[in-house]
């Protein structure tokens, strides 16, 4: 250890350099990864946020719970399986709405829940009085949905089927597919169904069924092959599995991950070249040392020991400027870096950075010390 100090207080200049390198690499690593991570939960927000550990979907939807269409009779089916109170009903439609007085139209994801339910959303401000399967007409919607002008009650029309809601509260990180949830009641549900058949015209308004996207289940997870043997044409999915099949979700997260990754090789690559080429401009002094009885394992110690110092101070630099952009960056830009996501990268980086100083530690190994002292003195 104390060859290692020693020699980095000696060139400061040169392991400054490296150590900036390294802090702009780390910084970028840790960057991308919480954009990755806020990415993933913008996408899939409303479904994370559900107490479900499983969903019950039709058979053949590809785990998609929108192209999944189950009814009354397989709700009470799977109640009467996992308990009345750990079996809800979900309805999932994406939709374009356009709030009354303003011409812009906004993307957003229908989710219908029974507000009396643990799927029902909390809300953080509102009027006060919370929304039930009596209160026709009233939806609560995401906080995003501000930046476009919707206010507590506003009146919001569906351009598909000329329905009118008004919002009646707001609720936090609460989206899918990278589009604002607007949670409604069952009633309003069941009534946008009616009409949506009515334009069709496959159904007159009196004579549709009753249509959910899927069930929404907890404490299910002893109960999956007896929930698929009892009810035919139906697959039991886990919470993950659901997340993993919303639209781009798997592709935008493989592309992150790959960058990621990519990150951690260009590191680790960077880093063996620097200590590469600073060991054989020392390969006289290392041969010398070795002539006088220094053992190659204290050179290796100290070569891995400079690596491991610059790798930490460089995380906890990163850590610091990654945090400040946190706060500066606006609020509608997705970036969460928890703090298991950050200890894992930043142990992942340590051990590539460790692994790229396996190649100088190599070459110290090599130096013949009688091979050294004579280009010393020629």
């Known amino acids: 250890m104390y060859l290692a100090i020693r020699e980095m207080r000696f060139a400061k200049a040169r392991y400054a350099l490296i150590a900036v390198i390294m802090v702009l690499v780390a910084f970028l690593v840790l960057f991308v990864t ?42 009470d089916a799977a109640r009467s399986i996992v308990g009345e109170a750990n079996a809800e009903p979900l309805g999932v439609k994406m939709t374009t709405v356009k709030p009354v007085g303003s011409s812009e139209k906004v993307d957003v994801t229908l989710l219908a829940v029974d507000f009396n339910s643990w799927l029902a959303p909390k809300m953080t401000e509102g009027r006060g009085v919370p929304l039930s399967d009596q209160t026709a007409g009233h939806v609560l919607v995401d906080r995003k949905l501000s930046d476009s002008g919707v206010e507590i009650g506003t009146i919001l ?48 308004q009196s ?7 899927a069930i929404a289940m907890k404490d299910s997870n002893g109960k999956t092959k007896e929930l698929q043997a009892a009810l035919s044409n139906t697959e039991v999915i886990s919470k993950s599995e659901a997340v993993s099949a919303i639209p781009g979700y798997k ?11 990519f990150l951690f090789v260009i590191s680790a690559f960077v880093l063996a070249v ?10 006289s002094q290392f041969g010398i040392l070795k002539a006088i009885g220094t053992r190659t394992a204290y050179l290796a110690r100290s070569v891995t020991l400079q690596v491991l110092l610059l790798a930490i101070g460089s995380m906890v630099i990163s850590i610091l400027l990654v945090k400040l952009f946190e706060v500066l960056l606006p609020a509608s830009m997705p970036f969460q870096l928890g703090m298991s996501s950050l200890s894992l990268t930043c142990l992942s980086f340590v051990i590539m950075s460790l692994a790229g100083s396996l190649f100088s530690v190599w070459k110290v190994a090599r130096i013949d010390a009688l091979d050294a002292i004579g280009r010393t003195a020629a």
């Open 157 to 204: 029309v569906d351009q598909a089927s000329g329905t009118e809601w008004t919002v009646d509260g707001f609720v936090e990180k609460e989206s899918f597919s990278h589009t604002p949830a607007v949670f409604l009641t069952m009633q309003d549900w069941f009534h946008l169904q009616a009409l949506t058949a009515v334009r069709q015209g496959t159904q007159s």
């Open 274 to 283: 620097f200590f590469y080429v600073i060991t054989i401009q020392k390969s």
């Open 34 to 75: 919480g954009l990755a991570q806020g990415l993933a939960y913008d996408n899939a927000a409303s479904v994370k946020n559900m107490g479900a550990t499983h969903f019950l979907l039709e058979n053949n939807s590809n785990h998609r719970l929108a192209r999944s269409q189950v009814d009354q009779h397989q709700l």
């Open 207 to 213: 004579t549709v069924s009753r249509v959910y996207n």
């Open 251 to 261: 592709e935008e997260q493989g592309s992150l991950l790959m960058m990621i990754v």
